[in-house]
């Protein structure tokens, strides 16, 4: 028998936040790419970067009791929170994206704190510079209590799986901290026909698939077996990618070679959220990925989200045993939280 339609037990792996007010930059020229934030209308405001209208978003970014107030509509009954990926903040000199995301994290503290116990957070890190990187991933740790970290698919241009990433997936490793990878300043623009938003509905799945590409050709799971990594827009091309990268395997000598590992097994521990909008695609990830590997994920509070997650899964003919993985069960373990 399926979870009933009133289930209200899901989590959601894949949930932004934005602060209120962003706080002056402490130097005395301010960086290129520092946001702000100004009034719009009734309960919404515009992120300022660089002079020009980012985003305009509502409280629900900031404000903890309006996001939660959310939860019964959409199923859920735990939410894990992450910036904003553009306020990640890559592009600038590491103090700065150092500052920057400091006090994103300490917001983010702050409403998992005002949420009792409905919401956890996944912070930022510095990834621009590897060392300060893993120094903030420490204080997410021991002094914010966060648990987990955001990444983007990039870091200005540097794919993921690149071997000089190393120290930082062995700190969260070390530290027991999952990694959840957005998609960030994709590549690819070039090549869109059409309005700005074309960036977040095909070229955002097309650098996260790259991404997770990278990790099973660069062997990052090879050589970080216990490192739980897990991707946005349900691994966004990978699920296309991987039948043709397990065939290259053996056309090409140069991957059987570099590859030390099956791209299939490989990709089957790693984690992937359920935002993909369509029941046949939910049903596709599972037969890929497995259903020990799916997790929900919505994109809230941006207007492109999912409104509906868990009726989303019940939708698509899943057994209950399955449903039961991808609604709360996967998630847990992703967090490392108590069953």
Known sequence: MQVAKSCACGIDVH???IPGEFPKYLGSVVPSGW???APAHECHRHVMI???NYRTVSDKCWTTSRRLADFADMGLSLQAISPMPELLSYWMAPA???????????QIATMVHESG?????MGAVPLQDVALAIDELRYMKTALGLQG?????NINGVVMGDPKFDPFFEACVALDMPVFVHALRPTGMDRLLGPAPLQQVLAYPTDVGLAAASVLTGNLMTRYPTLRLAFSHGGGTLAMLLPRL???MSVFPALKDSVQ???TEQARELYYDTLVFDTSMLRHLVHTFGASQLMIGTDYPFNFHDQRPVARLQDAGLDAAVLDQLTHANARRFLGLAA
């Open 15 to 17: 949930a932004h936040v």
């Open 35 to 37: 946001p702000s934030m």
């Open 50 to 52: 660089d002079g020009k």
């Open 96 to 106: 700065d994206g150092a500052q920057l995301v400091r006090f994103l994290n300490e």
């Open 117 to 121: 116990g409905q919401l956890v957070g």
């Open 149 to 153: 970290v955001e990444i983007g698919s």
């Open 246 to 248: 397990q065939q290259a």
């Open 261 to 263: 590992r099956s791209p």
